[in-house]
C-alpha cells in the first residue's frame, strides 16, 4: 500500500491543478513542532476556498501503521469537501518505540499504568494544530469535527473526552475508547458537553471487538442523556447494515450506530446505506451540529 510523502504530493498536487482552487500551497506534508518534535499534516481546501469567508475543518485521523497518504485514500472525504465546502486535515501520528515507520496515535489512557505503545502528547498535538490552522486559514471555530479509522477512531473518542470545547462531533470507524471512563481512575474521559457521535463496525472485526465499539456507543449514548432510540436495517451488495439511532439527548444531541454484519476491521466506504456509504453519513451527521449542538 503506497505510504510516501511522494505520493501524498502527487495526489494533492494532481486534485489542485484540475480544480484550480485559489488555496494555499499545501500539496506537500507541512511540519509543526510540539513537545521536540516536528509533527506533520497534509491539508486539501475545496476550490471553493478563497479565504473570504470561514468553512468549517474536518479533522480526518489516520489508523496505526498509517499516514496521512493512506488515510486520504481509505477515507477519500476530498469530494465530499468540494460539494459541501469544507476544509480537511490529515495529521499523522509518532512511530511507536522501536519501529521507525510504524505511526500511532496516543489515545489514553492517561495517567494510568496500563500498557501503551504512544507515550507523544498527542492532545497537545491536536491542540496546537487546531490554534495554528485556525490563524493561518478561514476557519469556523464553531464546526470542527473528527473522524478516524481504527487507531484513529480510539484518537477520535480521546479528542471527544478531552477536548469537547473544540469538536462539535466526532466519528469513530473501527475504533473504541482506550481513555477511561471510570470516573475514580487519576484522568478519566471528561467531556464538558454533549458529544454528538456516529459510530460504525463490523461484527468480523478481529482488531478491535464489537463489544468494545458498543460499550463505546452505549457510553457516549448515557453521556448525552438520549431518551429515544429506533433501530432500522437494510441489504445491499451482500451486507446487512443495522442502524441504531438514538436521539433527544442534551443540547439535542444524538448518537447514531452503524452495525456492519459480517464486515471486518475496515473503513466501509464500500457501504451503501440507503445510497450513501459511511462517509457520506458522517458528513451528513457532522453538518447537523455545531459546538452549541444541533443546528
Same mark, same amino acid.
Given at each position: ?5 511522494? #505520493? ?5 498536487? *494532481?486534485?489542485? =491543478? ?10 506537500? #506534508? ?15 481546501? !475545496?476550490?471553493?476556498?478563497?479565504? *473570504?469567508?470561514?468553512? !468549517? ?25 468540494? /460539494? ?23 489515545? &489514553?489512557?492517561? %495517567?494510568?499504568?496500563?500498557? +501503551?505503545? =504512544? $507515550? ?20 469556523? =471555530?464553531?464546526?470542527?469535527?473528527? $473522524? &478516524?479509522? *481504527?487507531?484513529? /477512531? ?5 479528542? /471527544? ?8 462531533? &466526532? ?6 475508547? @482506550? ?10 474521559? +471528561?467531556? @464538558?458537553?454533549?458529544? !454528538? ?11 478491535? !471487538? ?27 451488495? %451482500? ?53 452549541? %449542538?444541533?443546528?
Amino acid at each position: 500500500m503506497p505510504t510516501t510523502l511522494t #505520493l501524498f504530493h502527487f495526489i494533492l498536487s *494532481s486534485f489542485i =491543478a484540475c480544480s484550480g482552487q485559489v488555496a494555499p500551497d499545501t500539496s506537500a #506534508l507541512q511540519t509543526l513542532s510540539h513537545d521536540g518534535l516536528d509533527r506533520r499534516y497534509g491539508m486539501y481546501f !475545496p476550490p471553493s476556498y478563497d479565504g *473570504s469567508a470561514t468553512m !468549517p475543518l474536518v479533522v480526518n485521523i489516520h489508523g496505526g501503521c498509517m499516514d496521512a497518504a493512506t488515510q486520504m485514500q481509505e477515507m477519500n472525504m476530498r469530494s465530499l469537501a468540494d /460539494a459541501h465546502d469544507f476544509i480537511l486535515v490529515y495529521p499523522e501520528g509518532v512511530a511507536e518505540e522501536g519501529s521507525d515507520d510504524c505511526l500511532i496515535w496516543n489515545s &489514553g489512557p492517561y %495517567g494510568d499504568t496500563l500498557d +501503551n505503545k =504512544a $507515550t507523544a502528547d498527542d492532545l497537545g498535538f491536536f491542540e496546537l494544530l487546531i490554534d495554528t490552522l485556525r490563524s493561518d486559514y478561514a476557519i469556523d =471555530a464553531d464546526r470542527i469535527y473528527a $473522524t &478516524g479509522f *481504527s487507531n484513529g /477512531a480510539f484518537m477520535t473518542h480521546a479528542l /471527544a473526552c478531552y477536548q469537547s470545547d473544540t469538536f462539535a462531533a &466526532g466519528a469513530p470507524v473501527a475504533g473504541m475508547i @482506550t481513555a477511561s471512563t471510570d470516573s475514580s481512575a487519576s484522568d478519566p474521559c +471528561n467531556p @464538558t458537553r454533549p458529544m !454528538p457521535m456516529i459510530h460504525f463496525h463490523g461484527t468480523q472485526d478481529y482488531a478491535v !471487538p464489537l463489544e468494545s465499539a458498543e460499550y463505546a456507543v452505549e457510553y457516549w449514548r448515557e453521556h448525552n442523556n438520549t431518551s429515544e432510540s429506533s433501530t432500522d436495517s437494510v441489504e445491499a451488495d %451482500g451486507l446487512t447494515i443495522e442502524r441504531y439511532s438514538y436521539t433527544g439527548g442534551d443540547n439535542a444531541s444524538s448518537v447514531e450506530y452503524y452495525k456492519v454484519i459480517g464486515g471486518y476491521h475496515e473503513g466501509f466506504s464500500r457501504i451503501d446505506y440507503e445510497g450513501s456509504n459511511s462517509l457520506d453519513l458522517i458528513w451528513d451527521f457532522f453538518s447537523g451540529y455545531d459546538i452549541n %449542538g444541533a443546528r
